[in-house]
């Protein structure tokens, strides 16, 4: 795989927010609230849950950004863990992240798009998923026809995403009457800790994107100096942009409405100017889950293309098609292992949680190590040059690690099947070590 990795520092700090802002902000915010209304028990805490949402968000992008000015490498994590805790747990991070963290999230923003997909074009039963499993079909075929197409593609729906949320709150601020609510379900079950640990999972979610600030640093003008500033700024603009979006969220359907809806920004454009408003907010709603969608096929595919690379055993997936630029059987694979994750969401009562459950523990549990990875990194390369640094060391990286703990065991204790399911996949990943270290101990072997 040829990287354009460039050399020159051309970002300005506007460049570095606008890129920022537009990886974080996605279709979360129209499928999620509803599931973090669920686990708070009044409005106060579910907007305490989206503030404290943007304070995780700041201080993990300040450790990314340490690592990524100091480590520069187009792997991200894999590489961080590498570098810390030795090749076998940056090999078991790639297992996790292709068939646990990047397919469930794939699943995930898939369940979003069919919830609102299925007000256009009805499909029943299982309209949801059909929906979901069609466009994970039509998305991978795209990414096989080349990196061009993907990419001509991505730069449409992108477009839909930001005019999107704006249309939803300008719609929310006109409407003069607050719908009064039915009689709410039955709230989640379970400690208040554990719940409002459960909802900050489902609010990181929609932050997500935020340690892509890695990959900023190494184009920043002044990267010392400019990149807090950057992640401040950006942080700042996505959690207000988000609060806002959730103060009309709970002006208009209020907290128990907010629980039953399944998509609440055509149910409030329904509300605001009918049917035929509802309709064309479905549709900007599917193509910002299509931006989300052909960007995250496209970034999770090059994982199965590094762990072709890196164990000879799997070599037939570092294979890449130089016509279209673009790994085919890793493409493939992604897909074949994201449709039965999507069989799986559609026999469970709600698809998007039950796949937020599968991807939480295992991806938790690799974030609390990347932030470890930080401190370890320091002490083991004092050498290394870091044009940032993360400002409160060594408070910064300890705080979000702990944090990243807290969530691992919210998220495994109470999100039940799909997380006992995503952590026995993360174990069957253990073979692979065995077959690294047999090749490892072959090189020496063949060179001489």
Same mark, same amino acid.
């Given at each position: ?219 920043? +003008? ?6 807090? +500033? ?98 085919? +059987? ?106 690294? +270290? ?11």
């Amino acid at each position: 795989m040829t990287a354009q990795a460039s050399s020159r520092a051309g970002l300005s700090v506007v460049d570095g927010v606008a890129m920022l802002a537009g990886v974080v902000i996605g279709v979360g915010i129209f499928g999620l609230p509803p599931l973090v209304a669920q686990h708070a028990s009044s409005a106060e805490l579910y907007l305490a849950l989206w503030l404290a949402g943007g304070l995780v968000m700041l201080i993990g992008a300040l450790c990314y950004g340490e690592l990524g000015a100091a480590h520069p490498d187009q792997g991200g994590e894999y590489h961080y863990l590498s570098l810390a805790w030795g090749p076998q747990v940056g090999l078991l991070f790639a297992w996790a992240r292709g068939t646990v963290i990047q397919t469930g999230a794939i699943a995930v923003v898939a369940f979003i798009y069919g919830d609102y997909a299925q007000r256009l074009l009805p499909l029943e039963p299982y309209g949801s998923a059909w929906h979901a499993a069609s466009v994970v079909v039509a998305l991978t075929l795209l990414n096989l026809l080349g990196t061009r197409e993907s990419r001509r593609a991505q730069v449409f729906f992108s477009a839909a995403t930001v005019a999107s949320i704006l249309l939803v709150i300008l719609a929310g601020l006109a409407l003069a009457e607050p719908q009064q609510a039915a009689a709410a379900p039955p709230q989640a079950s379970g400690s208040t800790a554990a719940m409002l640990g459960m909802g900050m999972v489902f609010v990181l979610l929609t932050y997500g994107g935020w340690n892509e600030a890695a990959y900023l640093s190494g184009e920043l +003008r002044d990267p010392a100096r400019n990149m807090s +500033r950057v992640l401040l700024i950006g942080t700042a603009l996505v959690t207000a942009l988000y609060l806002l979006a959730n103060l009309v969220f709970l002006d208009i359907f209020g907290l128990d409405g907010l629980r039953q809806t399944d998509a609440v920004a055509a149910d409030l454009m329904h509300m605001v100017a009918g049917p035929r408003a509802e309709a064309m907010l479905a549709l900007f709603v599917c193509l910002t889950a299509l931006s989300t969608l052909n960007a995250t096929i496209f970034t999770g595919s090059r994982v199965y293309y590094a762990l072709g690379r890196d164990v000879p055993q799997l070599a037939f997936l570092g294979r890449w098609n130089e016509r279209g630029a673009t790994p085919l +059987r890793a493409l493939l694979l992604q897909c074949a292992i994201t449709l039965p994750l999507i069989l799986f969401g559609a026999l469970s009562e709600n698809g998007v949680q039950t796949m937020v459950a599968y991807t939480a523990p295992v991806f938790w549990l690799f974030m609390s190590l990347t932030a470890l990875a930080l401190i370890r990194l320091r002490r083991s390369q004092p050498w290394v040059r870091r044009p940032f640094s993360v400002p409160l060391y060594p408070l910064t990286p300890i705080l979000f690690a702990l944090t990243c703990l807290g969530l691992f065991y919210s998220s495994t204790l109470y999100a039940g099947s799909g997380a006992l399911l995503g952590l026995l996949v993360l174990a069957a990943g253990a073979p692979l070590l065995l077959l690294q +270290r047999t090749a490892l101990q072959e090189q020496p072997d063949t060179a001489e």
